[in-house]
């Protein structure tokens, strides 16, 4: 059956197709064959996964306790906020799209047509990335406890339409009110903290006294959230959730119109006449102080910087919960203390390699009649107040309850912010500044090695704030392993010495 040009199920069977096609893509170099060989047995391989956590959540259920449904609104919740921030980052992509867009805009399609599609199109692309999760677990559950866990596909997709939903008129929202470079990055900061926002509140209610945490568990097992396998309650839910997204669609059309135009509109003249009255700096400032000067202006003005920061200290701080949980009487200093390690090390990893490898201009400055060595001083050097605004108010807190332990955090966190900035000085690799959260797929090496400094220094931090002699394994592992990735000659910027250039032989 051949659909109307220009209808909504024509719109949204383009756009359908071209997620399946940038899936696909990652295939290209496949036959179609060994390409529906490899999606078949990660299928397989996905149900083998999620056969242990089926088994545990249907025990859990069958127990009839408080918290297995707990456990299920949890699974429900956590689902919703993913599909929220999904929602917010799609509709930020699709407002700062010009291809497709402007030809959509241009032509005598309706504006809510447009939005439905593409909104429809974010719906499908936010539930197959959880349905991979969600729907193995659900299959599986079906063979060892019957069909009614077939439930799952409704409640997914009831969801789905929910989330995307809010997303969709947050994102609208910031652009609407926002400079689309600021929007984007508030875009960004708010999808990491609604995707790490209800990981951080269970494990807070994780950490409360047991007659309150009994009683937060009781009232959500006896809340409608919690009975999802209810046929009455998912269909409700199902319309519920198509009532939402249309209503979401047909109020927010022309606000849709007015951001989509917001983003493309360039604010550039009023971005340049406000730079344009900021005081020029002196080139006799100094090369470190204009080096500095020039590198923490780049990072004011790249806002999708922080949002990508803010994402990693989202999914961070867990850290300091996972600890509160897993000892028994172990002191709140002492559980934030390695977390704030962590954070330090990760931040300056970043900064680093946006000083160093994701420098705009390399040619230019390599160029510049200094020495190499002071360049890099200069830019390392640089990455110290971003990193101590980030942990002033931690460091500060922590001071609070103990200023000893908030002392040694602060030496130790300037270790291993050291550390992950020598790994990426000595080793730089290359990219755009703005794929920081991509950076390591160049290397896993240099991941690996992050990741280890961090850990390392963070276990130091613990050791030495119980006064255990043991801090110094970690500390000699960390300053062995720095030793081990140190270039093995560093060579001095002197001019070189260019040998004479022999004579060319003349012909007789």
């Known amino acids: 059956m051949r659909l109307r040009p220009g209808s909504l199920p024509w719109l949204v069977a383009h756009d359908l197709t071209l997620n399946w096609r ?5 295939f290209a170099r496949l036959s179609p064959l060994a390409t529906w060989a490899v999606l078949a047995c990660g299928a397989v391989v996905l149900h083998l996964v999620a056969w242990p956590v089926a088994i545990w959540l249907v025990a859990l259920l069958n127990e009839g306790s408080a918290a297995g449904t707990s456990m299920v609104a949890v699974l429900v919740f956590s689902v919703l906020a993913w599909m929220v921030a999904q929602g917010l980052l799609g509709t930020s992509r699709t407002l700062q799209e010009r291809g497709s867009g402007d030809l959509l805009f241009s032509s005598p399609l309706s ?8 909104a429809a199109a974010t719906a499908a692309s936010s539930l197959g990335s959880v ?7 659900a299959n599986v559950a079906v063979l060892l406890d019957g069909p009614a866990w077939l439930a799952a596909y409704p409640a997914l997709f009831a969801l789905c339409l929910i989330g995307t939903s809010v ?39 994780a950490v409360l006294p047991e007659g309150l945490r009994t009683a937060i568990t009781d009232r959500v097992a006896g809340s409608k959230a919690a009975a999802l396998l209810d046929v009455a309650l998912l269909g409700w839910l199902c319309v519920l959730a198509v009532i939402v997204f249309a209503a979401s669609v047909l109020l927010l059309g022309d606000s849709f119109l007015q951001a989509s135009l917001r983003a493309a509109g360039g604010t550039a003249g009023s971005e340049n006449a406000r730079f344009g009255q900021r005081r020029r700096s002196r080139f006799g400032a100094g090369l470190g102080r204009t080096l500095r000067r020039k590198e923490w202006l780049l990072l004011r003005r790249d806002h999708s910087v922080f949002a990508q920061l803010a994402l990693q200290i989202v999914y961070t701080v867990p850290l300091a919960v996972v ?19 962590v954070i330090a090390a990760q931040i300056t990893a970043s900064l680093a390699w946006i000083t160093v490898s994701g420098e705009d201009a390399p040619e230019l400055i390599a160029a510049a009649p200094v020495l190499r060595q002071r360049v890099e001083f200069a830019k390392v050097t640089a990455i110290g107040l971003p990193v101590l605004i980030v942990l002033a108010l931690p460091l500060a807190g922590l001071a609070l309850l103990s200023l000893y332990v ?14 992950t900035a020598l790994l990426n000085l000595w080793h730089p690799m290359p990219g755009n500044r703005r794929g920081m959260l991509r950076r390591h797929s160049q290397s896993k090496i240099m991941a690996l090695l992050e990741h280890l400094m961090a850990m390392l220094w963070a276990i130091a931090i613990v050791l030495a704030v119980v ?27 002197r001019p070189a010495r260019i040998s004479p250039a022999k004579p060319a032989p003349q012909l007789r």
Not at 169 to 177: R, T, Y
Not at 406 to 416: D, E, G, K, S, Y
């Open 467 to 493: 006064g255990s002699s043991w801090a110094l394994l970690p500390i000699g592992v960390a300053n062995v392993v720095l030793f081990c990735c140190s270039p093995s000659r560093i060579k001095l910027s």
């Open 406 to 419: 908030a002392v040694m955090v602060a030496l130790f966190a300037v270790a291993a912010s050291i550390s």
């Open 111 to 118: 504006v809510r047509i447009v939005l439905a599609s593409r």
């Open 167 to 205: 997303g969709l008129a947050a994102a609208i929202g910031l652009f609407a009110k926002l400079e689309a470079r600021r929007a984007r990055a508030y875009a960004q900061m708010c999808a990491a903290l609604a995707g790490g926002a209800f990981l951080i509140g269970a494990q807070v209610v």
């Open 131 to 137: 349905g991979l999760l969600v729907l193995p677990v």
């Open 323 to 341: 600890l509160l949980r897993g000892v028994d009487n172990i002191p709140v200093a002492l559980a934030i203390a390695p977390a704030i390690v």
């Open 22 to 26: 940038r899936f696909m893509e990652m």
